[in-house]
């Protein structure tokens, strides 16, 4: 592929980040690269694996004369991010986010934001455990979903633009309202990641079951929810914290759901648990068909770099 942005600066440098920079190197879409974290250490970490072009203290420095700027920190600290670097920004300019929650994002970035630079939030739905420079890789986003959410004013030929970048990263792009794209992540993501952490926290406040035990015999199960709980917590925080009246929505409805099945379960009602197992398999198997896992998934997600 050709070049689509010929200065791109990723204002943050984790695992998100670095997936980009290198997904970019291996189909040639940006001609520099800058980055910038707020650590010295992860700054240092970058320079020293070459992730980007350039590495810069200030990230008003690494936006200077950037044609697409990428926000990669968590959602709490966008706002102050947008302020810093709104001044700098080049007219004409894309700025984007790789934020899970994006109502919030776009009242804390665009107040910032000069007249003349275009806004566009997305969320790259790809990830692991892992967080970093040093977890990127160029794959991470191949055969996964990058959702946009332009605003009523978007300029048309840049969302294509962005989106073209997306998918020349391998992504398949889609776009979507900010509120109905934050319902729809906390059924998919939120409200699961929540019920992972408190259900690691139960077996670690059940006595009776030794932490030897947990860890020996975790069935797929187990192990699936310690793989999501692992994830970092500065960045679930701020979801939680960001994206609270859909989250607590599904939370509200996962209770109920709880309860009706605690029901059955009490009163030995097997036809409404097989019903329910049944339903919910079809769901299942209907992500596998979508292409998004396989049907013997491995949960220590070995990844290809």
């Not at 566009?120 to 790809?126: L, Q, S, V």
Request: aromatic share 6%; hydrophobic share 45%; net charge negative.
């Amino acid at each position: 592929m050709s070049v689509i942005y010929e200065r791109v600066a990723l204002i943050g440098l984790g695992l998100i980040a670095s997936s980009m920079a290198h997904a970019m190197r291996r189909a040639g879409l940006a001609g520099h690269v800058a980055g910038h974290a707020r650590s010295a250490g992860t700054r240092a970490t970058a320079q020293r694996l070459g992730i980007v072009d350039s590495v810069h203290d200030r990230a008003a420095e690494a936006v200077a004369g950037a044609d697409l700027v990428v926000l990669a920190v968590p959602v709490g600290a966008m706002g102050a991010i947008a302020a810093e670097i709104g001044p700098a920004l080049t007219p004409g300019a894309t700025v984007t986010d790789v934020g899970s929650v994006k109502q919030s994002v776009i009242d804390a970035v665009a107040p910032h934001l000069p007249a003349g630079v275009h806004f566009i939030p997305g969320h790259p739905i790809a990830g692991t455990e892992q967080s970093g420079p040093e977890a990127g890789f160029a794959s991470l986003f191949d055969n996964r979903w990058w959702l946009l959410t332009p605003l009523p004013d978007t300029d048309v030929g840049a969302l294509s633009r962005l989106g073209a970048l997306c998918q020349g990263m391998g992504a398949t792009v889609d776009c979507m309202d900010a509120a109905h794209h934050d319902l729809v992540l906390a059924v998919t993501s939120h409200a699961p990641h929540l019920i992972a952490y408190t259900m690691v926290g139960v077996a670690d406040d059940l006595r009776r079951v030794t932490d030897s035990e947990v860890i020996k015999y975790s069935a797929a199960g187990f192990r699936d929810f310690t793989r999501i709980a692992a994830s970092d917590p500065v960045m679930w925080r701020d979801v939680f914290l960001t994206n609270k009246e859909a989250t607590l929505e599904i939370l509200g409805r996962f209770t109920e759901e709880l309860f009706a099945l605690q029901r059955a379960i009490r009163t030995g009602d097997g036809d409404m648990l097989h019903d329910y197992f049944t339903r919910t398999r079809a769901i299942r198997r209907g992500i596998i068909e979508a292409g998004q896992d396989t049907d013997a998934p491995d949960f220590g997600r070995v990844r290809t770099p």
